[in-house]
């Protein structure tokens, strides 16, 4: 009986752990940037002043998790000109798709 009682104990434990954590699904609570480049320049993206990689012409890239909260995104061509800043605010599990139309 004791050791029936301390096995529920433990399972109930763990299965409240896991009801708070998000390991159990990729992407439930991350926020992707996803960069659609519909120009005909390759950029490179920045996020929060750290680049994130390029994205090339007519080609879309994601970003995994950047993280809720506020943030600045820019897109710099090849000379580092800047081509678009924009200033987003992301909650939890939300995904951002950002559109490149022109350079």
Known sequence: MRRWVWTL???AVLMGA???CDW???HHGECDLIVINDTACDL?????GW???VVHSD???TVDDIGSGRHVLEA???DDHLIERRYVDLSRG?????????C
Do not use: I, N, P
Not at 44 to 48: E, S, T, W, Y
Not at 96 to 102: A, H, Q
């Open 9 to 11: 104990g433990v399972c």
């Open 18 to 20: 896991l009801a708070g």
């Open 24 to 26: 159990y699904d990729g």
């Open 44 to 48: 490179k993206v920045f996020v929060d």
């Open 51 to 53: 680049e994130v990689g």
């Open 59 to 61: 080609a879309v890239r």
């Open 76 to 78: 710099v061509d090849r």
């Open 94 to 102: 939300e995904d951002y798709y950002w559109r490149l139309d022109s």
